[in-house]
């Protein structure tokens, strides 16, 4: 990236430019203990000491606005949700901050804004501040909408993308690769026989299902941009640990599976947004599975890995066939404008 003079979309796409960019320019700039953890939201410390503030922001520029199962104010809000839910908090309040493209019909902002109260309710949180700008025709491509959240973390409660550990087996709630996919073909104009849905979801409900029961759960984390490959590339390099992916294990959208057979594409890279990865102590791991399974949003949830002492920073994918290869982390820009 430092050779580089110009962002590109790929610097979006949440694979290793992205990486490179948050760590050369923007921890370089802001460097702090806390943002040096790079997790999903900062940790912060309450003065009477009863567990601790989770605090996160997300942008979102999906185009088109409007895709099968979700738009844009609802993934708006479920995207910051689940940021908070990542770090074993409780989501209670959002804000949020819109920037309008002059000619925007109101109509359109009007059905955004319904959503995105049908999805904070559903969330069990509260939008309580907010900002609007509008800008000229042409410069914002309809509409971008930022949310902030606050959310509290209990006493007791220690899940970070670092804390991965050898011996953690990981679990995936619900198969993989619906939202991007369900995106992508509503942009294209493709047409494709089947009920492909964008996935979007709170997760914080699960979450805390999956906590009560595997209260020594090490790492939580959504498998969004980049996909399942690039959030378990992340782990890896933030707990300095390798993780064993099995292939045969991993659950992918049946649709999702066939439209990307199409398009030539990975589902382990497509984007999510009601997917997360959990990494649980062997002793815990049944229990955890379990409560998984008695959710509506994890029913098909799966163990598909181990976390390996080594090579460290690296993800192992194990074939149906049963070799082993070391899976790439995303060097480019597969599905632009998915979230």
Request: one cysteine or more; a negative charge.
């Amino acid at each position: 990236m430092v050779r580089q003079e110009h962002i590109t979309l790929a610097h979006g796409a949440g694979g290793q430019m992205t990486a490179r960019l948050i760590r050369e320019v923007f921890a370089a700039a802001f460097h702090n203990e806390t943002l040096a953890r790079l997790n999903d939201a900062a940790l912060l410390p309450l003065p009477q000491g009863e567990g601790r503030l989770a605090f996160s922001t997300d942008g979102h520029v999906v185009q088109p606005l409007f895709f099968p199962g979700g738009d844009i104010g609802e993934l708006a809000v479920f995207g910051t949700v689940n940021d908070l839910a990542m770090m074993g908090a409780r989501p209670l309040w959002l804000a949020a901050s819109f920037i309008i493209e002059a000619g925007f019909p109101v109509a359109d902002l009007q059905r955004v804004a319904e959503s995105m109260a049908r999805a904070a309710a559903r969330a069990g949180v509260q939008l309580v501040a907010g900002d609007t700008k509008v800008v000229e025709k042409g410069k914002a491509d309809g509409l971008y909408i930022s949310v902030a959240g606050v959310g509290w973390v209990p006493a007791g409660v220690a899940v970070e993308a670092g804390r991965a550990h050898p011996g953690d087996v990981v679990l995936v709630n619900a198969p993989i690769a619906a939202h991007g996919m369900a995106v992508m073909l509503q942009r294209e104009g493709l047409q494709l026989e089947s009920d492909l849905e964008s996935d979007a979801a709170p997760l914080n409900e699960i979450v805390m299902a999956l906590l009560d029961a595997a209260p020594r759960t090490h790492t939580l984390r959504d498998a969004t941009r980049g996909g399942l490959a690039t959030v378990l590339h992340e782990i890896a390099r933030a707990a300095g640990v390798g993780i064993l992916l099995r292939e045969a294990e991993v659950p992918v959208h049946p649709a999702a599976a066939d439209a990307c057979a199409l398009l030539g594409l990975d589902p382990l890279y497509v984007a999510n947004e009601g997917v997360f990865v959990a990494f649980v102590p062997p002793d815990e791991a049944g229990d955890a599975l379990a409560a998984l399974r008695a959710h509506p949003l994890g029913r098909q949830a799966r163990a598909v890995g181990e976390v390996l002492a080594e090579p460290v920073g690296q993800v192992v994918l194990e074939t149906p066939l049963g070799a082993r290869r070391l899976l790439p982390p995303l060097g480019g820009n597969l599905l632009p404008r998915i979230c």
